[in-house]
């Protein structure tokens, strides 16, 4: 049975109702050599045959091993009580509630989810609408463009590398200067930070921790900023949110986040959840959609769509963004994860995931060959240097059914053999033990 089931009588009447003659003649417009000779489809298969198949490819993932990956995305505990939640019918599709009247609960959930996270950040708005962590960091960079008419941006080598790329290509084609400033041996140089952002600094990109796992407090550099009347942009590990100095407590204008660590299984990457805040000062020049609580016309207490400045509601070239959307479900699933939590949960986890962090650098650095990277205190990561390439280690244990982490020299020359270690709450000590006891194992 053909994917589209229209008997040839529709599909006559169809063509005859637009004006053409045929199906081909739809594709008028593409030149024949541009058009594609045939479509290299297998037969079609059964139901039982069909699930077969995806068994089989399932079987090749390898589900069974100790990770110790982070870079951005972490594999902490997911209550059940989470997919439970999020799995009911209500929830089915995350599209934008344009009708109040017939939205009220996903309109109060994402209400909901950015008090939370306005709580955790300690910035004054939320929105729900963009993609993952990269994605917001280029719309706060953008906004901070938009809010100073200035082109130059001044961004921290420790902020995420992905992150950086993702910058460099969303700005490829725009008028800007992006002017990075080199980490210290995993440090963030706050130092040549503060000299960098000048008059013509329209803001300051940083993250905290920073990407090798070190924590900084970056409220003298947004004071500066601020006295050139700069913006300051911060990326933050939500989790860890709190127990560190918030966003909101160091100055920050625009706070933004990868969500994943709420709530979200690591999933092959993604769908994940881009938290974007900022001040009340800057929420004019946020991107999507903020749910605001106000009441009819009879004083009961309704949700509706405040802020709007997408392409579909104003002008095109007017809108703040072109490439954010409703990303109510993935939001929901954070509400969930952190009202399950509630804030002494959270800090346990963040605090457990340090305490396993700790033992494990200490472990390690015992073993002859292997010293940390830097001094800078860390959360949950951190940074070792090798005596061999970190390629070279995590191949011969990943094998074995460990992961040891991250290599560093995938993006930063001169670190091949420095490895990015990180710890959750899931992690046991023996796990930490073994870990310690394989990679002594190669390095000996």
Same mark, same amino acid.
């Given at each position: 049975?053909?994917?589209?089931?229209?008997?040839?009588?529709?599909?006559?009447?169809?063509?005859?109702?637009?004006?053409?003659? @045929?199906?081909?003649?739809?594709?008028?417009? /593409?030149?024949?050599?541009?058009?594609?000779?045939?479509?290299?489809?297998?037969?079609?298969?059964?139901?039982?045959?069909?699930?077969?198949? /995806?068994?089989?490819?399932?079987?090749?993932?390898?589900? @069974?091993?100790?990770?110790?990956?982070?870079?951005?995305?972490?594999?902490?505990?997911?209550?059940?009580?989470?997919?439970?939640?999020?799995?009911?019918?209500?929830?089915?599709? *995350?599209?934008?509630?344009?009708?109040?009247? *017939?939205? +009220? =609960?996903?309109? #109060?959930?994402?209400?909901?989810? #950015?008090?939370?996270?306005?709580?955790?950040?300690?910035?004054?708005?939320?929105?729900?609408?963009?993609?993952?962590?990269?994605?917001? /960091?280029?719309?706060?960079?953008?906004?901070?463009?938009? *809010?100073?008419?200035?082109?130059? !941006?001044?961004?921290?080598?420790?902020?995420?590398?992905?992150?950086?790329?993702?910058?460099?290509?969303?700005?490829?084609?725009?008028?800007?200067?992006?002017?990075?400033?080199?980490?210290?041996?995993?440090?963030?140089?706050? @130092?040549?930070?503060?000299?960098?952002?000048?008059?013509?600094? *329209?803001?300051?990109?940083? #993250?905290?921790?920073?990407?090798?796992?070190?924590?900084?407090?970056?409220?003298?550099?947004?004071?500066?900023?601020?006295?050139?009347?700069?913006?300051?942009?911060?990326?933050?590990?939500?989790?860890?949110?709190?127990?560190?100095?918030?966003?909101?407590?160091?100055?920050?204008?625009?706070?933004?986040?990868?969500? +994943?660590?709420?709530?979200?299984?690591?999933?092959?990457?993604?769908?994940?959840?881009?938290?974007?805040?900022?001040?009340?000062?800057?929420? $004019?020049?946020?991107?999507? $959609?903020?749910?605001?609580?106000?009441?009819?016309?009879?004083?009961?207490?309704?949700? &509706?769509?405040?802020?709007?400045?997408?392409?579909?509601?104003?002008?095109?070239?007017?809108?703040?963004?072109?490439?954010?959307?409703? +990303?109510?479900?993935?939001?929901?699933?954070?509400?969930?994860?952190? =009202?399950?939590? =509630?804030?002494?949960?959270?800090?346990?986890?963040?605090?457990?995931?340090?305490?396993?962090?700790?033992?494990?650098? #200490?472990?390690?650095?015992?073993?002859?060959?292997?010293? !940390?990277?830097? @001094?800078?205190?860390?959360?949950?990561?951190?940074?070792?240097?090798?005596?061999?390439?970190?390629?070279?280690?995590?191949?011969?244990?990943?094998?074995?059914?460990? &992961?040891?982490?991250?290599?560093?020299?995938?993006?930063?020359?001169?670190l091949e053999n420095c490895l990015l270690v990180a710890c959750t709450e899931k992690h046991s000590r023996q796990d930490l033990g073994i870990l310690a006891e394989m990679v002594g194992g190669v390095i000996r």
């Amino acid at each position: 049975m053909p994917y589209i089931p229209h008997t040839p009588e529709e599909t006559r009447q169809m063509l005859d109702t637009i004006g053409v003659s @045929d199906i081909d003649a739809l594709f008028a417009d /593409i030149a024949p050599a541009l058009r594609p000779k045939s479509f290299n489809l297998p037969d079609g298969l059964s139901e039982m045959e069909v699930m077969a198949h /995806i068994e089989r490819l399932a079987e090749k993932n390898v589900v @069974d091993v100790v990770s110790f990956l982070g870079a951005g995305f972490y594999d902490h505990h997911i209550p059940a009580a989470v997919d439970t939640l999020t799995n009911r019918g209500e929830f089915a599709t *995350a599209y934008t509630p344009y009708q109040p009247e *017939a939205s +009220q =609960g996903t309109l #109060q959930a994402i209400f909901e989810y #950015q008090t939370a996270i306005s709580r955790l950040f300690d910035m004054e708005c939320v929105n729900a609408s963009v993609y993952d962590g990269g994605s917001a /960091i280029f719309e706060a960079m953008m906004m901070g463009v938009r *809010a100073t008419k200035r082109k130059k !941006l001044v961004i921290s080598e420790a902020l995420s590398p992905i992150y950086r790329i993702m910058l460099a290509s969303y700005t490829k084609n725009l008028k800007l200067d992006l002017v990075t400033v080199p980490h210290r041996d995993g440090s963030t140089d706050l @130092d040549a930070l503060k000299a960098a952002v000048d008059s013509e600094t *329209a803001a300051v990109v940083v #993250q905290n921790p920073n990407f090798f796992g070190n924590v900084n407090d970056f409220t003298e550099l947004f004071d500066h900023a601020r006295s050139v009347k700069a913006k300051s942009v911060i990326s933050v590990y939500p989790v860890m949110q709190s127990i560190l100095k918030t966003p909101g407590e160091m100055g920050a204008d625009i706070a933004v986040a990868e969500g +994943q660590s709420l709530g979200m299984p690591l999933s092959f990457g993604g769908p994940y959840l881009g938290i974007m805040t900022c001040t009340k000062k800057m929420v $004019r020049q946020m991107p999507g $959609r903020i749910v605001g609580r106000t009441v009819d016309t009879e004083g009961r207490t309704g949700y &509706v769509l405040t802020l709007q400045a997408r392409e579909q509601h104003i002008r095109r070239q007017r809108a703040t963004s072109n490439i954010c959307s409703n +990303q109510s479900l993935c939001a929901l699933r954070a509400l969930a994860y952190m =009202g399950l939590l =509630g804030p002494c949960g959270m800090q346990r986890v963040a605090e457990k995931s340090m305490e396993n962090a700790q033992y494990a650098a #200490q472990r390690l650095t015992k073993i002859p060959g292997i010293s !940390l990277l830097t @001094d800078a205190p860390f959360c949950n990561e951190f940074a070792i240097r090798l005596p061999i390439p970190a390629y070279e280690l995590v191949d011969q244990l990943t094998e074995r059914g460990f &992961v040891p982490g991250f290599p560093l020299g995938r993006y930063f020359k001169g670190l091949e053999n420095c490895l990015l270690v990180a710890c959750t709450e899931k992690h046991s000590r023996q796990d930490l033990g073994i870990l310690a006891e394989m990679v002594g194992g190669v390095i000996r």
